[in-house]
């Protein structure tokens, strides 16, 4: 019987794996794909993994080319490790959002209640852009935005206070001063 | 909580420090840097040292180049950059002086 073999080119060398070996090979180096993924050097260390596991099999087949067994491979798999991020402390920022975020008023930085920064927390946008939105609104919808805004500030609930995460965005001290001065010519119940 | 799980972590912070010591003393390709580390408690694999590499590399701290080799492949040789140098002598001048609190506190 013939012993079914796969040839796997792994960076810049080329090795025949017997068939069980070859689907290990793919399985560490599928989750090492995912482990990097976002990574922006994926590709080259995988390369440089493809490359080190290339050079430890030849090192541990002496006799010229022969097919890189199971039994082989897994001592050489062993010693390179899983693949780990550096992490730590300055872990590099995680693009994705967590996928349940409620959707709530974020009081701190807020203009008026947090409504704009709460959606713009959900949707992952800029918050100017959702008050530039917002105060087009209320213009377009001849007044209808304000009861909007009002029934948002009163059904959405906030956010807990988090001493140690940034704001959303800080506001610059004149706007500040602006949201007070409308804030005491408009009376407190926008506050 | 084990000792074991509260030192586990000091390594890991320690251990980019490690290398930029040991790409900092000489040109060094993968295998002189798992060599050097083997036997020590910061012994590390392939599996982490790569992506450790290619981190410090973005951050413009290293930097390597293709070198023939006698037996295989070209490898590639890492080096500092002079940013890389910088915070060398940044992290080893502010190991010092937590050694010195550390020692000293509590006495």
Not at chain 1, 43 to 69: F, N, S, W, Y
Not at chain 2, 34 to 62: H, I, M, N, W
Request: charged fraction near 20%; hydrophobic fraction near 40%.
């Amino acid at each position: 019987m013939q012993r079914l073999s796969v040839t796997a080119r792994l960076n810049r060398s080329t090795l025949q794996f017997e068939e069980a070996a070859y689907a290990r090979l793919a399985g560490y180096l599928d989750e090492a794909a995912l482990t990097l993924a976002g990574n922006p050097d994926q590709a080259e260390i995988l390369a440089d993994l493809e490359q080190a596991i290339a050079d430890k099999c030849h090192g541990r087949m002496a006799t010229g080319p022969a097919t890189v067994t199971l039994a082989e491979l897994e001592p050489v798999l062993e010693e390179i490790g899983s693949v780990q991020v550096p992490g730590g402390a300055q872990a590099e920022p995680q693009p994705t959002r967590p996928t349940t975020r409620p959707l709530q008023q974020v009081s701190e930085g807020a203009l008026i209640s947090g409504v704009c920064q709460g959606i713009a927390r959900y949707f992952g946008l800029d918050v100017t852009l959702l008050r530039v939105i917002a105060v087009l609104l209320l213009f377009v919808s001849g007044g209808g935005m304000i009861v909007v805004y009002l029934a948002l500030m009163l059904l959405l609930p906030f956010a807990p206070r988090q001493p140690g995460s940034e704001p959303i965005r800080t506001i610059p001290a004149r706007s500040r001063q602006f949201a007070g001065f409308v804030r005491s010519k408009f009376g407190a119940a926008t506050s | 909580m084990t000792t074991e799980s509260k030192l586990a972590p000091i390594r890991k912070g320690l251990l980019e420090f490690l290398v930029l010591k040991i790409v900092g003393a000489r040109s060094v390709y993968v295998p002189d840097i798992l060599r050097r580390l083997a036997g020590t408690e910061f012994a590390t694999q392939e599996g982490t040292l790569y992506p450790l590499l290619s981190k410090l590399r973005r951050e413009d701290l290293v930097q390597y180049e293709w070198q023939e080799s006698d037996a295989g492949p070209p490898r590639k040789y890492y080096r500092l950059t002079e940013a890389g140098q910088a915070q060398l002598a940044a992290l080893d001048e502010y190991w010092t002086r937590i050694n010195r609190t550390v020692s000293d506190i509590g006495t």
